[in-house]
């Protein structure tokens, strides 16, 4: 289940709706497809004004989203044969830093990125995303 912050409650509203259409619609008549494509453009413009409207606070609350994908959600959608290496020869291994080379779109490529947990074990494990 997604999780909505206050300020997308419309679109989490519309989104409920037009999943509850689409259950309906399965074998259902022509008129529903073009309500539901309706609400989904609806859907989407309301998405794109309200990001483009966000006050710095809400902007925060995007940042800190607790569902926001971490670089090894992006690692795994995007690269293949990602090889991690660990350690720096002078202070030791950081686990709030992952890096490694992987291929992206058949390229070979260098991934750096910051991660820190999804609870409080991985994030002390982690140093809350937070490099030494």
Known sequence: MIAYLDFEKPIAELQARIAELKETAEGGPANIDAE???LESKADR????TYAKLTPWQVVQVARHPK???TYDYIEALFEGFTEL????????DPAIVAGFARFRGRPVCVIGQQKGRDTKENLKRNFGCAH
């Open 68 to 70: 926001r994908p971490h």
């Open 46 to 49: 309301l998405l794109r004004d």
């Open 86 to 93: 660990r350690g720096d020869r002078r202070f030791a291994d």
């Open 36 to 38: 539901l494509r309706k």
